[in-house]
């Protein structure tokens, strides 16, 4: 009764929070040069904006599992990483052109090049993992919260029920991460037979993860990813699917979203 009490008395949020908020969050990646310096004001105020434009629908799908400034943060926090998923080819192109004199276009060359070897490099080590592949590509997508394509499902499960994981693979942003693993756990038991406890997931997850990122580091050099870039490049990996030719499983880009369904949670 409590609960439900609470629940309908609506939270609130002031402007001015909401900005102290985005500029922390923003903050954060620029100082670990995931986000340029000179763009930082405009991101944060750009993802200000974007928050108070969907501010009604943020408040109502807020389910009192954690502290409202929390969730706040989380949503933020996800619109930063839209940001970065979106324009960094653009960010690393104007970096370039800035600092050489040379062709515009030979400069794009080798930033396109560039950024198709880290998503190359990526999809080798997913790769790497063999039978696992398919899970980890598709658990990954759907621990970030990404629209997941149907092949994606298919290929993880080769007896593919749709009736029963249609509707757990709908992309549902008001999730908290211990259902995302309780959803990934009830998966687990539909395809693998595995009993599997939500924490288990997450401890798989975090392994996986941490292998992925040890590998991203070692196999470049010079790449120093942590949690938040390996979360804006799987993002780019999965999206910008273009980019890696030699994925075999997956139709190109161009066709898709033409011959493959999307879950996507209907509004």
């Known amino acids: 009764m409590k609960r439900e009490a609470l629940k309908t008395i609506k939270p609130e949020i002031s402007s001015e929070d909401i900005l102290m908020l985005s500029q922390k969050v923003v903050r954060r990646y620029v100082s670990k040069g995931s986000i ?8 944060a105020m750009w993802v200000v904006e974007k928050f108070l434009l969907k501010k009604d629908t943020i408040i109502n799908k807020f389910q009192g599992n954690s502290k409202f400034s929390t969730y ?3 949503v933020l926090n996800r619109m ?6 979106k324009e960094i080819k653009h960010w690393n192109l104007s970096e370039n052109q800035h600092d050489n004199h040379g062709s515009p276009d030979a400069i794009s060359s080798i930033d396109l090049l560039l950024i198709k070897e880290e998503l190359k490099l990526l999809h080798k080590i997913i790769s790497l993992f063999s039978v696992e592949k398919h899970k980890i590509r598709l658990f990954f997508a759907y621990y970030f919260r990404l629209h997941i394509l149907q092949i994606d499902v298919k290929n ?3 007896n593919y029920l749709e009736h029963l994981l249609d509707e757990v693979f709908l992309v549902k942003e008001n999730l908290s991460k211990g259902d995302v693993f309780a959803k990934l756990s009830a998966v687990l038991k539909i395809v693998e037979s595995k009993a599997v406890k939500a924490d288990a997931v997450r401890m798989w997850l975090n392994k996986n993860r941490s292998s992925m990122i040890n590998r991203l580091n070692l196999s470049t050099g010079k790449s120093n990813y942590d ?24 139709p190109s880009k161009e066709n898709q979203y033409k ?4 879950f996507v949670e209907q509004s």
């Open 80 to 85: 930063c990483l839209e940001v970065i998923r």
């Open 259 to 262: 011959q493959e369904k999307v």
């Open 36 to 43: 340029p310096k000179r763009e930082e004001e405009d991101i």
């Open 72 to 74: 706040c943060f989380a």
């Open 227 to 250: 949690i938040d870039s390996f979360q804006a490049l799987y993002e780019y990996y999965y999206v910008e699917g273009d980019f890696v030719d030699d994925r075999t499983s997956m």
């Open 156 to 158: 993880y499960d080769v």
